[in-house]
């Protein structure tokens, strides 16, 4: 298909191209072949590129559910008014579900599709940065819980991923950069080509988010996440590399309250983590530094907001099963493009590396 790339991943392609919403019907009708298709999109979304799609798909033969946005809407009250909502008008195995929306839309849709019937068909049709790169790809599906995030899920492969830049043209600005972090993320733990490429494109990527400059960026980050994901799906080996960032980041959003998006999050905890390594000893230094200088050129956070208690940050750390005696398993970068996973970090350095993060500011 012209202006259109197809990456592998597996048993499916994921198609990045300005302009495929319009296309998709192809796509769908091929990897996909349903009696009847049913779009599940969020309030945010659904106004703005559900048409297009059920245009795409054939109108008659297609059906929109719309549910509230936010993650706050991921759980298992919507996926069973969904799996009800279906159950009620008769819809059979010979249907296809079709995502269209952020990462929350993917996984609960996702989720859906994974349980319905024992299982149907589904295609995702990312429209944030996030779901596009990171969400959209690997197969997991889920919802939250009173408990915690994704604790309630499955693994279930879509049929296709399609993934439209040009829609990123009405994305709010801080989801944007929310996903640029995972970007400099993927060239931090793969690709220091990549990762240096992004860092001098930033401004571009930032004021034009349909530009080509993002193309590339979305097919080089989901070619390192499948290439990694393809390798270890059930993550027990290379897949950790992904958690650069994650342990530290996970512990600040929780304890912001999610007042911080995973994004921004994340990008405070890759400088932390960086930090970490260079006191351990396993992180070239000045590489702290060097995603420092990159994230704030991204406007992202790169320091521990000022309210937030370093105790508690050092404790939700150990919510992950990761943690023994004392200690907590990160997956931390050598240098630049190359990730280090299983690296043991005792709670006295990760302490003095928060302190150091908010002394520095
Ligand atoms: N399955 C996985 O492997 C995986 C990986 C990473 C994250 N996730 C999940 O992804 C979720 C976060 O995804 P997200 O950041 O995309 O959040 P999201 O789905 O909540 O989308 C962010 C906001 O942007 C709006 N929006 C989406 N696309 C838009 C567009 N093109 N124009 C205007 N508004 C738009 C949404 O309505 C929402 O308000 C989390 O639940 C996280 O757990 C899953
Ligand atoms: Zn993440």
Redesign the pocket.
Known sequence: MSGASSINVGSYDVHVGAGLLDRAGEIIRTAAPAHRYVIIS????AP??AARLRDAVGSAQSELLTIP???AH?TRELWSHLTDDLLAAGYGRDTTILAL???????LA?FVAATYMRGIPFVQL???L??MI??S??G???V?TPAG??LVGAFHRPRAVIADPA??A???PN?LR??IAEAVKHGAIADAAYYAATNTELPRLLANPASSAMRSLIIRSIEIKASIVLQDEREGGIRRNLNFGHTLGHAIESESGYRL???EAIAIGMVLEALLGERLGVTASGTAKRLRDTLTRAELPATIPKDLDLKRILLATHGDKKAREGATEYALVAEIGRAIAGVRAPDETVLEVLTQSVSAQ
């Open positions: 969020d309030a945010n979304v703005l590129y946005a936010g993650e991921k929306g952020g990462g929350v839309i993917g996984d996702g990312p429209t944030t996030l779901a990171d969400a790809i690997g997991k599906t889920g939250d995030k994704n829609v990123l009405t994305l709010p989801h929310s996903g998006l995973h994004g």
